[in-house]
């Protein structure tokens, strides 16, 4: 097993050798006019943040809001025929809406904006799987976790391992990984789910899709982190482990990437992890477009994102 | 993030810089229309609107009017000591014995206060998180320890001592309640579970020797001391100096 070091320097090496399965833009601000295959819009780590940060905040006063997150995101789906909206979990917790309505203002709101797929992040426990499902009452769309075990819970209702979405000419599968509870979650919180090791059940939840539903695409929805030093399984380390992974979008450590990392592999394929920072400040963009470079991999990636009342 | 994933995570961004300048990567060129603050979406934001309403009749009580811009300067700011004051006086009333120390993360206080009625839902957005009073006991050579670490951050929310920071990031002069710290006293210091748990950003607290968990949540701590002082002023005291 190479070690984490070995693992980037390959991917360096890599880097520097092979063709170029992805296209990169550092773009910000700015909606792409031209229509590409599929638009995919993400956010990560929104807590509850309804409303922009008052002008008092100490970070960020003035940015993010839900209701300027949906016009931007209608926008998009103007130009665009296929767009998919994803959010990497933690959406309960941080402000004082969570206090009064447990995560189901957020969920009502991100229903009417079309998300399509969530992850469960550590704080959708922080009222019991009990609060859990009475928020997800609103909750138009499903919550991925193909390592939560939520069988005779009440969260049952409204969780999946994966899905899969059919477009003309190609089909997407999602897939969803929760972190461990321990140290993050109280007992009390976590009740009957059981959590199990993430990189397993990603490694079955990616044949599945690839072999069993023919998936062109694979995203995994990953509330894991992005990089840890302990032992505690992360976005790095997933990469290292499994192949077949397209698109990571990650969350829980609340990291602000300016350009998503890109890990390619001998096959052709590669792995991008991209990470938005959190409270919606940010909402991130990824244009998938198929056919359009002779490179071996069928498709191309293009990143950007877009700041929430930047100036 | 702990400063040990940070130190990783620079490493990791350092290699993906270094990547940009190999072919890997390339600048796609499109036509765009730039859009910068999008106007809100009307029918969330009247929905946004709707359900404030809730918020404001859950959580509109007033519970003190603030007559100065109360912030969480360094190396001491007004609000910063109220929040180590707080965690200290209320430590000390439910431990019913003198508390000698209250600290806490600034990183973890949301909000600065600025003049005018300060209500129940701003001070649940000054202090997001369910965390939970503690109080560790420490010697004094730790003391004097955790000084310097408060020095090495150019100042930090801190209760009950005083000490000038000199020119090379150290504390000089330092005095607990008063007095200077004796190696071998032991001393109690107020903090929060969080702050306690994992020693940032202060890592002498995990050598604490002993250690008490109060069933008092920070938030409602907070409540009860900004209801208490009724109007909230400038605090600075020159506790921290540099």
């Not at chain 1, 994803?86 to 402000?95: C, E, K, S, W």
């Not at chain 1, 069993?212 to 990953?222: F, H, K, T």
């Not at chain 2, 620079?10 to 810089?17: E, G, K, R």
């Not at chain 2, 603050?37 to 509109?60: C, F, M, N």
């Amino acid at each position: 097993m190479m070690n984490r070091r070995d693992f980037l320097q390959r991917s360096a090496a890599l880097a520097g050798s092979l063709a170029m399965p992805a296209l990169f833009s550092r773009d910000r601000n700015s909606v792409k006019m031209q229509e590409t295959d599929l638009t995919i819009l993400y956010t990560n780590d929104t807590h509850a943040r309804i409303e922009p940060f008052p002008e008092n905040a100490r970070r960020f006063a003035g940015l993010g809001g839900i209701a300027r997150r949906a016009s931007l995101i209608d926008k998009v789906r103007q130009t665009q025929k296929n767009v998919l909206l994803l959010d990497a979990g933690d959406i309960f917790h941080g402000t004082p809406w969570f206090d009064v309505y447990g995560g189901s203002v957020d969920l009502d709101l991100m229903t009417r904006m079309g998300y399509d797929a969530a992850a469960i992040g550590n704080h959708e426990f922080d009222r019991g799987p009990d609060g859990f499902a009475e928020a997800a009452q609103k909750a138009g769309f499903p919550f991925l976790a193909a390592n939560y075990d939520v069988r005779n819970t009440p969260m049952n209702p409204f969780v999946e391992r994966f899905i899969v979405r059919e477009f003309s000419g190609f089909r997407v599968g999602i897939f969803g990984l929760g972190i461990g509870f321990s140290g993050l979650i109280d007992s009390a919180n976590s009740g009957d789910v059981r959590a199990y090791d993430p990189i397993r059940n990603a490694e079955t939840a990616v044949e599945s899709l690839k072999e069993y539903y023919r998936c062109d695409i694979i995203i995994c929805l990953s509330h894991l982190g992005f990089s840890y030093i302990q032992t505690r399984n992360d976005d790095l380390r997933l990469t290292e482990r499994i192949q077949g992974i397209d698109i990571i979008i990650g969350g829980h450590t609340h990291t602000f990437m300016e350009e998503p990392l890109i890990f390619p592999r001998e096959n052709g394929s590669s792995t991008l992890i991209t990470h938005m920072g959190h409270s919606g400040v940010r909402v991130g963009r990824i244009d998938v477009s198929f056919g359009s470079e002779n490179s071996g991999s069928p498709f191309s990636l293009s990143s950007r994102y877009y700041t929430i009342g930047d100036t | 993030m702990p400063k040990s994933h940070a130190f990783f995570f620079s490493a990791v961004l350092m290699l993906f810089v270094s990547l940009q300048g190999c072919a890997f990567f390339k600048a796609s060129h499109i036509e765009e229309t730039e859009i910068h603050y999008p106007a809100p979406d009307p029918e969330i934001e009247r929905l946004v609107e709707d359900y404030r309403a809730g918020i404001e009749q859950s959580l509109g009580e007033q519970i003190a009017v603030v007559e100065d811009t109360l912030t969480f300067s360094k190396p001491e700011g007004s609000l910063g000591n109220m929040a180590a004051d707080a965690l200290r006086y209320r430590a000390a009333l439910e431990l019913r014995t003198f508390v000698h120390l209250g600290i806490a993360d600034e990183s973890h206080y949301m909000l600065d206060f600025l003049p005018g009625s300060l209500t129940r839902e701003a001070v649940y957005e000054f202090m997001p998180y369910l965390n939970h009073l503690v109080v560790l006991e420490l010697r004094g050579d730790q003391i004097t320890e955790l000084m310097q670490q408060v020095a090495a951050l150019g100042g930090a929310p801190l209760s009950g001592a005083r000490f000038t920071i000199d020119s090379q990031n150290r504390a000089r002069g330092i005095l607990v309640n008063s007095t200077v710290v004796e190696p071998n006293k032991t001393y109690l210091i107020a903090t929060t579970n969080r702050v306690a748990n994992t020693g940032e950003p202060f890592p002498v607290l995990l050598n604490a020797d002993r250690r008490i968990d109060l069933d008092i949540s920070i938030r409602s701590l907070y409540l009860d001391f900004f209801r208490g002082r009724g109007r909230l002023t400038d605090a600075t005291d020159g506790r921290i100096r540099s």
